[in-house]
């Protein structure tokens, strides 16, 4: 069986890549910007307990911390179905990195855990619009009967940036420092360059998809 996968494994190669080329714009920088926010994402988001601890905060303060996430969440869906009608997807984009870069700012620079409370409820609420909004490029961009595919095939390549994220935090953690403010701090610098980076392709080459659900 391993023998026929290496077998087929160029097959594969070759209609993924045929699979993204003939699809349009909007689909192609959609991955790029997904995988690089999954990316950025994970390269804190184990160690953010740890930081948030190391600043001060007890167990119960912590617990405190964590349920805002939830609160931010819960009313990104009437936020970014708002914005995609009244300014499209790359405003909603645009407005949802925005977010994402003022939060890793606010970690990188918090010298208490109440400086991380609106750090956690800014970040929280971008990283949530983005990935409600997110769907909605696959189901725009693509054809009816490519549709399982496409999202198929965008979450699988997406997510493969999270699997490498975390060894590549154990290793700037250790060069840092180990598991302490100062070891993990760095990390939300690096996060917020790579989401600046995210927010200037978005800005330049996103376009709006066109919709060919129905084509």
Known sequence: MLLRFVKQFPKVIRFIMQFISRQEKAFKVNMVRAGLQNFAEKLT?????????????????????????????????????WLADKHGLKVVFNVAT???????????????????????????????MSRTACPVVCGSCLKDEERATGRG??????????????????????EFGGLTESGIRPLYYIQFLILVAIFVLVFRAFTEPVSRGNL
């Open 45 to 81: 988001l184990q160690y953010q307990p740890v930081y948030i601890s190391a600043l001060g905060a007890t167990a119960s303060q912590l617990g405190i911390v964590s349920s805002i996430r939830g609160f931010s969440t819960a009313i990104t869906a009437v936020v970014v179905g």
């Open 98 to 128: 925005l977010l994402m870069i003022m939060g890793a700012l606010l970690f990188a620079l918090a010298q208490s855990w109440m400086m991380v409370v609106p750090a956690l409820l800014i970040a929280s609420l971008g990283i949530s």
């Open 153 to 174: 095939l965008c979450d699988t390549l997406t997510l493969l940036p999270r699997l490498i994220s975390p060894t590549i935090a154990a290793i700037l953690i250790t």
